[in-house]
């Protein structure tokens, strides 16, 4: 059985360090970490346990017979191989991507292999990132330790962004190393929609729900759109096309009004489209006095309290604000008097009559930075309590929110994926006539929300 040594400082460990690993063919490999005659120079020196840590955590999917062993610096060349081997016992060749390292274990007689690194960054760069990283990601309990595990990823994504002028978009449901370490926008669906359409660049990676990602093809057909992970959603699998078809039928000459929350299929059988932020001002333009809503049933009954027209709804539900009860509302109002508590429109309507405002995601946020309350309830996904913690760390949350299994499936290694080689289900292609049909109900819906502003 032979042993490798893979010897360096891993300050970080970072995905190049993780490739350099996958090279090594040894039945068992002692990864040595090398002291600190960097940490007098070094203004955010990581301890040999944080160090530790990030390897563990990089390599839990590898299937790698490892161990980790401390070296301890004795600022010695002559004797510094001889003190390494008392430390970590006998081995039979060594990794390294340090040329002064290969030269003293060279000069003793051992083979010594060069690790060639696979990413152009240096661990200057990697802690200028994470401190960067933190600076947003600590509001919300993130550790240093943890920022400086992602920043190779996001150095990696933010460059290559930028070489293939490509833009990011995220939406306020995904996590917070999404957000605020890799996109250039964060917003809600309506608002992504907008600047997916107005903004130049060719690419587009959108950090969300497949829906949105067609959504933006749609209004974009010559662009290039990604998705990192094909996340589904139940509002948008709750209705086909064909359902559409079939209720046009029973309910002859009443308009679709469509949520955005749905497949380019079921917008291409609609009238019209809508989101959280203009679902009412585009029911109001309708000059019909009953109109078709689908998929949300809760937000069609919370839309129907705001009009008088009719609405005719379809049994869908956001899985997510489905699962808030009246009761939670309740005891937050008895237990802290003066929070504003806030539900979004796909909430049930005991809970949206119990609430001070009930909107989008972006009303929402709207909603925390004008008001001058310190404490708010935000019943919706968890994404939008950690943007008010970052955003505005004055402000504070009480009670729980929600996670979205859905949007919470992507990760930055798919964001990177989706740059670099993207797989065929990350890249989001439509049926011409299918996106020509869905187009046309959400340019009805981009028209009459900007003309009623
Ligand atoms: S939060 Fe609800 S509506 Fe939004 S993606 Fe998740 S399941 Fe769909």
Redesign the pocket.
């Known amino acids: 059985m032979k042993k490798a040594l893979f010897i360096g400082r891993f300050q970080p460990f970072h995905q190049g360090h993780l490739d350099a690993l996958k090279q090594i063919s040894e039945s068992e490999v002692i990864i040595g970490i090398g002291s600190s005659q960097y940490s007098e120079t070094d203004d955010n020196p990581l301890s040999f346990e944080e160090r530790k840590k990030i390897i563990e955590e990089k390599l839990k999917n590898l299937n790698l017979n490892y161990k980790i062993i401390g070296i301890p610096d004795i600022h010695e060349e002559t004797e510094w191989v001889d003190h390494v081997k008392k430390i970590v016992g006998n081995f039979d060749m060594v990794y390294t991507g340090n040329e002064l390292v290969q030269t003293l274990f060279e000069q003793k007689g051992y083979v010594v292999h060069g690790i060639k690194k696979n990413i152009d960054i240096s661990a200057t760069e990697i802690r200028t990132e994470a401190k960067r990283l933190f600076e947003k990601l600590g509001k919300t309990k993130r550790t240093f330790s943890y920022c400086l595990g992602i920043a190779p990823i996001t150095l990696e994504i933010n460059r290559l962004k930028k070489k293939q002028n490509a833009i990011i978009l995220a939406h306020s449901?995904q996590t917070t190393d999404i957000m605020y370490g890799v996109a250039d926008f964060i917003g809600d669906s309506y608002g992504l929609a907008k600047i997916a359409s107005q903004h130049d660049a060719q690419k587009i990676i959108f950090c969300s729900?497949h829906f949105m990602g067609e959504t933006a093809k749609i209004l974009n057909p010559e662009k290039e759109v990604f998705v990192p992970a094909v996340a589904g959603?139940?509002?948008a699998e709750s209705i086909t096309a064909e359902d559409v078809r079939n209720l046009k039928t029973r309910y002859p000459g009443i308009p679709v009004v469509t949520y955005v929350?749905t497949s380019a299929e079921v917008k291409a059988e609609s009238d019209i489209c809508c989101t959280s932020s203009n679902a009412l001002k585009i029911i109001e333009s309708l000059p019909d006095e009953t109109i078709i809503f689908i998929p949300d049933i809760l937000m069609g009954q919370n839309l129907q309290k705001q009009t008088k027209k009719k609405l005719i709804l379809w049994n869908g539900t956001?899985?997510?604000?489905e699962q808030f009860d009246r009761q939670a509302v309740d005891n937050i109002r008895a237990q802290f008097p003066g929070t504003k508590i806030l539900a979004h429109y796909?909430c049930t309507s005991s809970v949206a009559d119990a609430v001070d405002m009930v909107g989008s995601t972006g009303d929402m946020l709207k909603y925390v930075k004008e008001n001058p309350a310190e404490h708010y309830m935000l019943i919706t996904?968890c994404g939008i309590t950690d943007r008010v913690q970052t955003e505005f760390p004055d402000k504070h949350i009480v009670g729980s929110c929600q996670l979205?299994p859905?949007?919470k499936q992507i990760k930055l290694e798919d964001v990177l994926n989706a740059l670099k080689s993207p797989k065929k289900e990350q890249i989001i292609e439509l049926d011409k006539e299918i996106l020509e049909k869905a187009k046309k109900s959400l340019d009805r819906m981009m028209e009459i929300s900007t003309k009623a502003k």
């Open positions: 449901y729900v959603c139940s509002l929350n956001c899985i997510v604000h796909e996904e979205c859905y949007m």
